[in-house]
């Protein structure tokens, strides 16, 4: 029996040889800490706090604003400094709580306790995930608490953990289930009482063989629980490609995964979901991989969420050349920096900092109507049809065109010979879309 993957994808160059091999460090920050009041998909934040408060490791900093929204949690102990816009990876500035660090990491009542998560009912689950300020750790950022609450229990069927790491040059969920398999495990069987129906599947690239026989070992006496190896094959994590993969089971964009008995949850995810139940610790941290052949030395860091990127560089040693293109994240879906001087959030998965930037060095051409971007399209739509409707601002055909269906991946702008900068079009067309609903 084959690996199981999807249809089109692309193999880009991995990179992950640069830290794949690094354990985990605990990177404690030094400057001051920036809380941006929306890290997550949905309404931002509201401030707990105000200027001259006192606050301390585990405190609600933020309240959700809707029922998409989440809570802000501070990492650290010290004085609320300020409540301004700060600027955020996207070049955004974000309302944001910033909080001077007093270095001493004095927590709420009751932090870090252990606690049963078999004495707890689901309600008390969801509850604890939402307080917890928990939400997809995989870069979407949408609130776990309400992805954990579909409409019916009973059709959920998969509880997909998302191990697969396609992204180039990440290595940090690979990382956590080499050092922290049991948490991940553990983490899947809190969520699997969610839902009694539902049989646990974690799903890992076959580049990955070491996660692959660590888990399979683990979950060889649990019954409900699977590992399954994945084809190598960019964008074999994203939502629909892994449920895809998994199940056979098709969404599109108008579709939860839920509605096909899927939820799907990243590595890192599953295991802040145990440690808020199981150690009564909220997501104050992220494991982020600095990466790419302008650092010093690449590193997989456990870093408090606040903590400035800048501080990440020093701790790998700086750059050994100026790098021509900083990214946050990897280089297929992640987004360039021009300012170094931004806060890791929840959404922060990555820092790839490379010699060359290799979009710039070709200009786009005409388009020569090879099909290339057609093979590849994970979701199965006309990219060169799509981009005329693009490039003539035509939101009516690009809409006929199933162009909602990208899930702006980068496959056709990565295969494309005439280096048209596809994604970039395809993203902006979605959002005028979305804006233009929104209006209606």
Same mark, same amino acid.
């Given at each position: 029996m084959g690996l199981a993957t999807f249809k089109g994808?692309?193999?880009?160059?991995?990179?992950?040889?640069?830290? =794949?091999?690094?354990?985990?460090?605990?990177?404690?920050?030094?400057?001051?800490?920036?809380?941006?009041?929306?890290?997550h998909i949905g309404a931002p934040a509201k401030p707990l706090v105000a200027k001259g408060d006192q606050?301390?490791?585990?405190?609600?900093?933020?309240?959700?604003?809707?029922?998409?929204?989440?809570?802000?949690?501070?990492?650290?102990?010290?004085?609320?400094?300020?409540?301004?816009?700060?600027?955020?990876?996207?070049?955004?500035?974000?309302?944001s709580?910033?909080? =001077?660090?007093?270095?001493?990491?004095?927590?709420?009542?009751?932090?870090?306790?252990?606690r049963d998560p078999g004495a707890l009912s689901k309600e008390e689950i969801r509850n604890i995930v939402k307080e917890a300020g928990i939400v997809g750790l995989g870069g979407a950022g949408f609130p776990t608490h309400v992805k954990l609450t579909p409409k019916d229990d009973s059709k959920i069927e998969y509880v997909i953990v998302n191990g697969a790491e396609c992204e180039p040059y990440l290595t940090s969920d690979y990382r956590m289930m080499l050092e922290e398999p049991e948490s991940l495990v553990a983490g899947l069987k809190i969520i699997l009482q969610l839902f009694d129906n539902a049989k646990g599947v974690i799903g890992i690239e076959n580049n990955k063989p070491e996660a692959i026989s660590k888990l399979s070992a683990l979950v060889k006496d649990e019954p409900r629980i699977t590992v399954c190896p994945l084809k190598t094959k960019y964008p074999q994590g994203g939502e629909r490609s892994l449920i895809y993969a998994v199940t056979g089971r098709k969404i599109?964009?108008?579709?939860?995964?839920?509605?096909?008995?899927?939820?799907?949850?990243?590595?890192?995810?599953?295991?802040?979901?145990?440690?808020?139940?199981a150690k009564t610790t909220p997501l104050i941290r992220r494991i982020i991989t600095v990466t790419g052949d302008a650092v010093t030395k690449p590193q997989n860091?456990?870093?408090?969420?606040?903590?400035?990127?800048?501080?990440?560089?020093?701790?790998?040693?700086?750059?050994?050349?100026?790098?021509?293109?900083?990214?946050?994240?990897?280089?297929?879906?992640g987004q360039a920096l021009f300012?170094?001087?931004?806060?890791?959030?929840?959404?922060?998965?990555?820092?790839?900092?490379?010699?060359?930037?290799?979009?710039?060095?070709?200009?786009?051409?005409?388009?020569?109507?090879?099909?290339?971007?057609?093979?590849?399209?994970?979701?199965?739509?006309?990219?060169?049809?799509?981009?005329?409707?693009?490039?003539?601002?035509?939101?009516?055909?690009?809409?006929?065109?199933?162009?909602?269906?990208?899930?702006?991946?980068?496959?056709?702008?990565?295969i494309c010979p005439a280096k048209r900068p596809m994604t970039q079009a395809f993203k902006e067309m979605r959002k005028t879309v979305l804006a233009n609903r929104k209006k209606a």
């Amino acid at each position: 029996m084959g690996l199981a993957t999807f249809k089109g994808g692309i193999h880009p160059f991995e990179g992950k040889k640069l830290s =794949e091999s690094t354990p985990v460090t605990v990177l404690q920050p030094k400057g001051e800490m920036v809380f941006p009041l929306s890290q997550h998909i949905g309404a931002p934040a509201k401030p707990l706090v105000a200027k001259g408060d006192q606050v301390l490791v585990g405190q609600k900093i933020g309240e959700p604003a809707g029922f998409i929204s989440a809570f802000i949690i501070s990492s650290v102990s010290g004085t609320v400094k300020a409540i301004e816009p700060r600027m955020v990876a996207d070049g955004s500035m974000v309302m944001s709580v910033i909080i =001077e660090n007093d270095g001493e990491y004095r927590a709420v009542e009751g932090f870090g306790t252990d606690r049963d998560p078999g004495a707890l009912s689901k309600e008390e689950i969801r509850n604890i995930v939402k307080e917890a300020g928990i939400v997809g750790l995989g870069g979407a950022g949408f609130p776990t608490h309400v992805k954990l609450t579909p409409k019916d229990d009973s059709k959920i069927e998969y509880v997909i953990v998302n191990g697969a790491e396609c992204e180039p040059y990440l290595t940090s969920d690979y990382r956590m289930m080499l050092e922290e398999p049991e948490s991940l495990v553990a983490g899947l069987k809190i969520i699997l009482q969610l839902f009694d129906n539902a049989k646990g599947v974690i799903g890992i690239e076959n580049n990955k063989p070491e996660a692959i026989s660590k888990l399979s070992a683990l979950v060889k006496d649990e019954p409900r629980i699977t590992v399954c190896p994945l084809k190598t094959k960019y964008p074999q994590g994203g939502e629909r490609s892994l449920i895809y993969a998994v199940t056979g089971r098709k969404i599109n964009s108008s579709m939860l995964p839920a509605d096909v008995g899927c939820i799907v949850n990243n590595v890192d995810t599953v295991i802040s979901i145990y440690n808020a139940v199981a150690k009564t610790t909220p997501l104050i941290r992220r494991i982020i991989t600095v990466t790419g052949d302008a650092v010093t030395k690449p590193q997989n860091y456990s870093v408090r969420t606040g903590t400035s990127y800048t501080e990440l560089i020093e701790a790998s040693g700086g750059f050994k050349t100026e790098p021509e293109k900083v990214i946050s994240g990897g280089p297929m879906m992640g987004q360039a920096l021009f300012n170094m001087n931004i806060p890791v959030t929840k959404t922060s998965s990555a820092l790839t900092a490379m010699t060359k930037d290799e979009v710039a060095v070709h200009a786009p051409t005409a388009c020569i109507r090879c099909g290339r971007c057609i093979n590849v399209c994970p979701s199965n739509v006309i990219p060169q049809m799509m981009m005329e409707a693009a490039e003539h601002n035509d939101v009516e055909k690009f809409e006929k065109l199933d162009g909602m269906e990208c899930c702006e991946c980068g496959c056709c702008s990565y295969i494309c010979p005439a280096k048209r900068p596809m994604t970039q079009a395809f993203k902006e067309m979605r959002k005028t879309v979305l804006a233009n609903r929104k209006k209606a």
